[in-house]
Nanobody
Framework: QVQLVESGGGLVQAGGSLRLSCAAS????????MGWYRQTPGKQRELVAT???????TYWDAAEGRFTISRDNAKNTVYLQMNSLKPEDIGVYYC????????WGQGTQVTVSS
């Protein structure tokens, strides 16, 4: 059974940084496309960044230039380094595999104060 556990969120001031972690069990992250999603109240989850098995990364919208997705194969964990955070980055962040959509984890809340 696949389990995804997100952590690392919190409350930061605008301009601050956070590093989110996504620990996986039941799958080997190095072999699949993984992504970070953000959900805000009243909206569907939206993809923020992805990392392929090759290591190639892709970013959407405002994440470009401020967020960095990475993967630690030994720890079977995917990270999202978030810098220069803005109030519009507020939301619950989830990780998942866009091609498989495993059961969602509990997510991790990111709050940015202005």
């Amino acid at each position: 059974q696949v389990q995804l556990v997100e952590s690392g969120g919190g409350l930061v001031q605008a301009g601050g940084s956070l590093r989110l972690s996504c620990a996986a069990s039941g799958i080997n992250l190095r072999h699949i496309l993984m992504g970070w999603y953000r959900q805000t109240p009243g909206k569907q989850r939206e993809l923020v960044a992805t990392i392929r098995s090759t290591g190639k990364t892709t970013y959407w919208d405002a994440a470009e230039g401020r967020f960095t997705i990475s993967r630690d194969n030994a720890k079977n964990t995917v990270y999202l380094q978030m810098n220069s955070l803005k109030p519009e980055d507020i939301g619950v962040y989830y990780c998942n595999a866009p091609e498989f959509h495993y059961d969602w984890g509990q997510g991790t809340q990111v709050t940015v104060s202005s």
